[in-house]
Structures are given as structure tokens and as C-alpha cells.
């Protein structure tokens, strides 16, 4: 089956830094969402992108499916951001989740 | 307007018991699934469901059984508990964007 690799597994960062979340995707997909797992255990959807790039507010995202990989980018980072991103692809009706990048903001 | 709710939040069992884990939405979502968090290895598919009456496995489907008698509904069923079934497990509807529920804790002794 597809897999689906996101680097780095960790990071921690000061309060204010910028940061780059990698997702990499073995074969052709048709979407991929991005996920914030909050330390609460809840799952928010972060983005819907399938290919080129979106933007709301600090936080932007962009997919190369001819190349496949996705890139989610926060900017002037901030401690609600903590916890763990996921990217998941879409392929034949199966959602694959990677195994997320856990993000720690130091205040 | 509720989205994907799960129930219950917390369970605990032991060995050899059954249990049935539920979830409902009401969007008129198609596509539901069902999928285990367990640490250090994402969320991993269980099963899914394109539709009533139409169900498949995921990565990790052994050990459990789904149906999908309306559309509202998709109960996952744990027939005979092992503790490998400890985890987090999270229902989700549609897939664009997916809406997850707040996820049901089961401990399994």
C-alpha cells in the first residue's frame, strides 16, 4: 500500500520562530489533508490540498503531487500550535494517515 | 448540528469481552471510517464505509467487524477483546475534508 512519511518527528522551537513540516507520499494520490492534533487528543483540519498552495492566516500549505511531497509552513510560531500535525492521503478510497510531527512551542 | 459524535468516551474491559463502539453524524456524509491511535504510530484505518450497506478494510482490520445499516450510523464491533485492541479509536465522516469525533479511550486487561 501507499506510505507516507512526515519529518521531522520532533520539534521544539521558541515562541515566535518559523517552522517546516515535510510529507512525503510514495505513489499518486488524489487529496491530502493536513491535521492539528491539539493536546487535548482532538483531530482539526487544517488544510484540503490536493495540489499547489493554500494560506489562512499564519499557517500555509503546499503540495507537489508530480513530485509527492506537501509542506505545511507556521509562521511566528505560537504555544497554541503545539502538539502533533498529521498529513493523510487519499488514494482508492483509503485515507492514510503519516506519522506526524510532533510540535513543542517554548514560551 | 452535532458533526461526528462517539460513544462512549471511555471504556475499560477485560480479555474475551465483546463491545460495540459507536458513531453517528448528521451531515449525510457518504464516506465514514473508523481508525486506532496508538502512540508513536498515527492513525491507522480500521474500516470504512463508501456508503449504506457498503463496507471495506483498512490497513488494520483484524479483530473487528463494521456494518452500515443507514447513513447516519457506523458501529464498530469488537467481538473478543485482546489487550493488543488497547488504543485511541476515532470515527471520521466524508474525506473533504474529513470531521473527526472526540475519539472513544478503550483499555483492554
Known sequence: GIQVEQSPPDLILQEGANSTLRCNFS????????????????????F????????????????????RYSLLYISSSQTTDSGVYF???????K?????????HILP | ????????????LKTGQSMTLQ?????????????RQDPGMGLRL??????AGITDQGEVPNGYNVSRSTTEDFPLRLLS?????????????????????????LSIL
Not at chain 1, 485515507?95 to 510540535?103: E, M, N, S, V
Not at chain 2, 448540528?1 to 475499560?12: C, D, E, H, I, S
Not at chain 2, 458513531?23 to 481508525?35: I, K, P, T
Not at chain 2, 493488543?84 to 466524508?94: D, L
Open chain 1, 27 to 46: 505513489d499518486s494520490v488524489n487529496n491530502l489533508q493536513w491535521f492539528h492534533q491539539n493536546p487535548w487528543g482532538q483531530l482539526i483540519n487544517l
Open chain 1, 48 to 67: 484540503y490540498i490536493p495540489s499547489g498552495t493554500k494560506q489562512n492566516g499564519r499557517l500555509s500549505a503546499t503540495t507537489v503531487a508530480t513530485e
Open chain 1, 87 to 93: 498529513c493523510a492521503v487519499d488514494r482508492d478510497d
Open chain 1, 95 to 103: 485515507i492514510i494517515f503519516g506519522k506526524g510531527t510532533r510540535l
Open chain 2, 1 to 12: 448540528n452535532a458533526g461526528v459524535t462517539q460513544t462512549p468516551k471511555f471504556q475499560v
Open chain 2, 23 to 35: 458513531c453517528a453524524q448528521d451531515m449525510n456524509h457518504e464516506y465514514m471510517s473508523w481508525y
Open chain 2, 46 to 51: 480500521i474500516h470504512y464505509s463508501v456508503g
Open chain 2, 81 to 105: 477483546a485482546a489487550p493488543s485492541q488497547t488504543s485511541v479509536y476515532f470515527c471520521a465522516s466524508t474525506y473533504q475534508p474529513q470531521h473527526f469525533g472526540d475519539g472513544t479511550r
